[in-house]
């Protein structure tokens, strides 16, 4: 009975996970794989992606042609059922709105959380990015390497399914043979950038993503991933012949029923589900890590969201995984005589050094893309190709005004069209309507290009989150307030790359709209808002100074793990999601060896 109700919940389980997304479902994963009984609480509501993705629907067939509306930000079909920018009952604080020290917070309340809808875009952190400090002076360091790592993300890649290519470049690490599946075909437009941008200096590499080119070698890489347990392996395999290989045509932020990309609803929860281990308790919003006699963890209260009532749940481990701020918010709200300032917060730095991505943008209009014949070239829904950041040796001559880097995701193609998909041609046809607009919007669809700029944000003072000393959510429990503040580093940082995606447009012969912006402090996104959140929990090798250890096993509470993106010392320019699930694993495994000895 795996979908289990507070009071169907066994009296006891060997390790609570709290939430279902990357951080919960790969700690789940290994964790029942290998024989553990998992109980994982989710605040959301259970969801089923073979059943409730919406495909295949075209815009038209959705209420306001499926544009994004407060409840559907990224759209009607958008795989995010329950939340958002806003999730209603559930508010949080922001200690200014002025727009340099914004924080805006995307959640989803959900089975599986935000890997439902996320951009599937799988970078490896690099050696540089574990060991910042001892390179510039700034930040800090982490008390691991990416030797440490390394094994975890070719696990990782191997169970997930990641396209991609080794390239040998400084600072973006190759997999290990056979972990990466072929990169899928680059657009007409892709090439273009790669063109034009190599004349630059540039490089264009295909991209890395968790979408499925090819179907998995469920032969070979069950036994890779769980040598000596052919229970495991059997489990895994037959879960791997359930997923299909890309088709190239649907909007992968809508969710895939055919399973070809990595959400935690379709990639970890089913085998883990498959070993009988795990048990799921959908709508528990747990708001408290309990505490026994000897100071260990025994459980957590949440609340039934279903019932109203208040429950608690037992087991001898307790794992957060409810995303970065989310458990920060609950072990702040963990108070106690003992630890009055929340749990594990006796270095004071529970909320601190919150870090999101560097983000600014910059589109154009080519005319060499113009009037080109259709054909049928949906591709990859993002990241065939992309930029790693390719400046090291300018940086460390000290040739740039910034430290660290950025890399560069970047699309145009023709896909389907939706309302507003050729509105805002005035700048280039001065205005036109009736035959004249059709004409226009045939010549110049699929004419257009984007560059994101994502890059490493250097934790500061000024960032942090803590608890608001009134504002609650609809079932009382306290709620965050967020501080936000770039350093130079940063705005210098997106200034960079306005001129770098200005000049790309410039060499393809385009033209930028709106123009590139010089202001670096005007070009960042928000704080936030490219929802690449972690650090509040911050991972170290002295206790005075640091909430977890290199296991992100909390110093003060040693039954007491974190697994999403809190214990990051640092935000490297990678998108974050497939570092969580390398770590996730890594301190899964670390739980069952410390469980098998008795010591936890
Ligand atoms: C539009 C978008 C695009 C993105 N693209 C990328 C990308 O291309 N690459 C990348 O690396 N990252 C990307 N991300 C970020 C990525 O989704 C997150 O890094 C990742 O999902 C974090 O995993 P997590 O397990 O920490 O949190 P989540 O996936 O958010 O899961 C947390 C779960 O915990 C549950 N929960 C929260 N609070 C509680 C509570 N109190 N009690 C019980 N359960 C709780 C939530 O309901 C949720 O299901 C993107 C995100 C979005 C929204
Ligand atoms: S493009 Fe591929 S991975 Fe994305 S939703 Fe469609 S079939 Fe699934």
Same mark, same amino acid.
């Given at each position: 009975?795996?979908?289990? &109700?507070?009071?169907?919940?066994?009296?006891?389980?060997?390790?609570?996970?709290?939430? =279902?997304?990357?951080?919960?479902?790969?700690?789940a994963? &290994?964790?029942?794989?290998?024989?553990?009984? %998992?109980?994982?609480?989710?605040?959301?509501r259970?969801?089923?992606?073979?059943t409730?993705?919406?495909?295949?629907?075209?815009?038209?067939?959705?209420p306001?042609?499926? %544009?994004?509306?407060?409840?559907?930000?990224?759209?009607?079909?958008?795989?995010?059922?329950?939340?958002?920018?806003?999730?209603?009952?559930?508010?949080?604080?922001?200690?200014?709105?002025?727009?340099?020290g914004?924080? *805006?917070?995307?959640?989803?309340?959900?089975?599986?959380?935000?890997?439902?809808?996320?951009?599937?875009? =799988?970078?490896?952190?690099?050696?540089?990015?574990?060991?910042?400090?001892?390179?510039?002076?700034?930040?800090?360091?982490?008390?691991?390497?990416?030797?440490?790592? $390394?094994?975890?993300?070719?696990?990782?890649?191997?169970?997930?399914?990641?396209?991609?290519?080794?390239?040998?470049?400084?600072?973006?690490?190759?997999?290990?043979?056979?972990?990466?599946?072929p990169?899928?075909?680059?657009?007409?437009?892709?090439?273009?950038?790669k063109?034009?941008?190599?004349?630059?200096?540039?490089? %264009?590499?295909?991209?890395?993503?968790?979408?499925?080119?090819? $179907?998995?070698?469920? *032969?070979?890489?069950?036994?890779? /991933?769980?040598r000596?347990?052919?229970?495991?392996?059997?489990?895994?395999?037959?879960?791997?012949?359930?997923?299909?290989?890309? @088709?190239?045509?649907?909007?992968?932020?809508?969710?895939?029923?055919?399973?070809?990309?990595?959400?935690?609803?379709?990639?970890?929860?089913?085998?883990? /589900?498959?070993?009988?281990?795990?048990?799921?308790?959908?709508?528990?919003?747990?708001?408290?890590?309990?505490?026994?006699?000897?100071?260990?963890?025994?459980?957590?209260?949440?609340?039934?969201?279903? &019932?109203?009532?208040?429950?608690?749940?037992?087991?001898?481990?307790?794992?957060?995984?409810?995303?970065?701020?989310?458990?920060?918010?609950? @072990?702040?709200? !963990?108070? !106690?005589?003992?630890?009055?300032?929340?749990?594990?917060?006796?270095?004071?730095?529970?909320?601190?050094?919150?870090?999101?991505?560097?983000?600014?943008?910059?589109?154009?209009?080519?005319?060499?893309?113009? !009037?080109?014949p259709?054909?049928?070239?949906?591709?990859?829904?993002g990241? $065939?190709?992309?930029?790693?950041?390719?400046?090291?040796?300018?940086?460390?001559?000290?040739?740039?005004?910034?430290?660290?880097?950025?890399?560069?995701e970047?699309?145009?193609?023709?896909?389907m069209?939706?309302?507003?998909?050729l509105?805002?041609?005035?700048? @280039?046809?001065?205005?036109?309507?009736?035959?004249?607009?059709?004409?226009?919007?045939?010549?110049?669809?699929?004419?257009?290009?984007?560059?994101?700029?994502?890059?490493?944000?250097?934790?500061?003072?000024?960032?942090?989150c803590?608890?608001?000393?009134?504002?609650?959510?609809?079932?009382?429990?306290?709620?965050?307030?967020?501080?936000?503040?770039?350093?130079?580093?940063?705005?210098?940082?997106?200034?960079?790359?306005?001129?770098?995606?200005?000049?790309?447009?410039?060499?393809?012969?385009?033209?930028?709209?709106?123009?590139?912006?010089?202001?670096?402090?005007?070009?960042?996104?928000?704080?936030?808002?490219?929802?690449?959140e972690?650090?509040?929990?911050?991972?170290?090798?002295?206790?005075g100074? =640091?909430?977890?250890?290199?296991?992100?096993?909390?110093?003060?509470?040693?039954?007491?793990?974190?697994?999403?993106?809190?214990?990051?010392?640092?935000?490297?320019?990678?998108?974050?999601?497939?570092?969580?699930? $390398?770590?996730?694993?890594?301190?899964?495994?670390?739980?069952?060896?410390?469980?098998?000895?008795?010591?936890?």
């Open positions: 009975m795996p979908f289990v &109700t507070p009071k169907s919940q066994q009296r006891a389980y060997d390790v609570i996970v709290v939430g =279902s997304g990357a951080g919960g479902g790969q700690t994963y &290994t964790l029942c794989m290998d024989g553990a009984k %998992v109980l994982m609480l989710e605040a959301g259970r969801y089923t992606p073979e409730e993705t919406a495909m295949f629907q075209t815009p038209d067939m959705a306001l042609g499926d %544009v994004g509306t407060p409840q559907k930000p990224f759209g009607f079909y958008d795989a995010t059922v329950d939340g958002g920018w806003q999730v209603p009952g559930e508010p949080y604080v922001r200690a200014t709105e002025e727009y340099g914004r924080f *805006e917070w995307w959640r989803a309340r959900m089975l599986g959380g935000r890997t439902n809808h996320w951009g599937r875009i =799988s970078l490896r952190n690099g050696p540089y990015d574990f060991k910042p400090r001892s390179r510039d002076g700034l930040g800090f360091d982490w008390p691991i390497g990416y030797e440490d790592l $390394a094994p975890y993300y070719d696990k990782v890649e191997l169970l997930v399914g990641v396209y991609g290519s080794n390239e040998g470049l400084e600072n973006t690490p190759n997999s290990s043979p056979g972990c990466l599946l990169p899928p075909a680059p657009l007409v437009s892709d090439y273009l950038v063109q034009r941008a190599g004349r630059l200096g540039i490089p %264009v590499i295909p991209g890395h993503r968790a979408v499925l080119t090819r $179907a998995q070698d469920h *032969e070979g890489a069950p036994a890779r /991933l769980h000596g347990n052919a229970r495991a392996q059997k489990i895994l395999a037959e879960s791997m012949r359930g997923r299909a290989p890309c @088709l190239w045509a649907t909007p992968c932020g809508r969710g895939c029923s055919i399973r070809a990309n990595y959400q935690s609803t379709t990639v970890h929860l089913p085998p883990a /589900l498959a070993t009988g281990k795990l048990d799921i308790t959908t709508g528990a919003m747990v708001y408290e890590v309990t505490l026994g006699r000897d100071g260990r963890a025994n459980g957590v209260s949440f609340v039934d969201k279903t &019932t109203g009532t208040h429950e608690h749940a037992t087991a001898r481990v307790v794992v957060l995984a409810a995303s970065a701020c989310e458990s920060v918010r609950i @072990l702040l709200n !963990s108070r !106690s005589a003992q630890f009055p300032d929340g749990l594990a917060n006796s270095s004071g730095k529970l909320g601190r050094y919150l870090m999101d991505t560097v983000g600014s943008s910059v589109s154009g209009q080519v005319p060499l893309l113009e !009037s080109l259709p054909l049928n070239e949906d591709g990859a829904d990241d $065939a190709l992309y930029v790693p950041w390719w400046l090291y040796r300018k940086q460390r001559a000290g040739k740039l005004p910034f430290a660290r880097g950025y890399h560069i970047f699309g145009g193609g023709r896909r069209p939706g309302f507003g998909t509105a805002g041609l005035e700048w @280039l046809t001065g205005g036109s309507y009736g035959v004249k607009f059709k004409e226009d919007a045939r010549r110049y669809y699929g004419s257009f290009v984007g560059f994101d700029g994502r890059g490493e944000m250097i934790p500061n003072e000024n960032s942090y803590e608890i608001d000393p009134g504002v609650k959510d609809r079932w009382g429990i306290p709620v965050l307030r967020f501080h936000w503040k770039w350093s130079e580093h940063e705005t210098r940082q997106a200034a960079h790359m306005q001129r770098t995606f200005g000049d790309i447009i410039e060499a393809m012969g385009g033209r930028a709209n709106p123009a590139v912006e010089t202001d670096g402090a005007k070009a960042i996104a928000p704080g936030g808002s490219i929802i690449h972690v650090g509040g929990a911050i991972m170290g090798a002295d206790p100074t =640091s909430v977890t250890n290199r296991w992100q096993q909390t110093w003060d509470v040693k039954n007491l793990f974190l697994t999403d993106g809190a214990p990051f010392a640092s935000n490297a320019d990678k998108n974050p999601t497939l570092t969580i699930m $390398a770590l996730a694993w890594r301190a899964a495994d670390h739980i069952l060896e410390r469980m098998r000895r008795q010591e936890l």
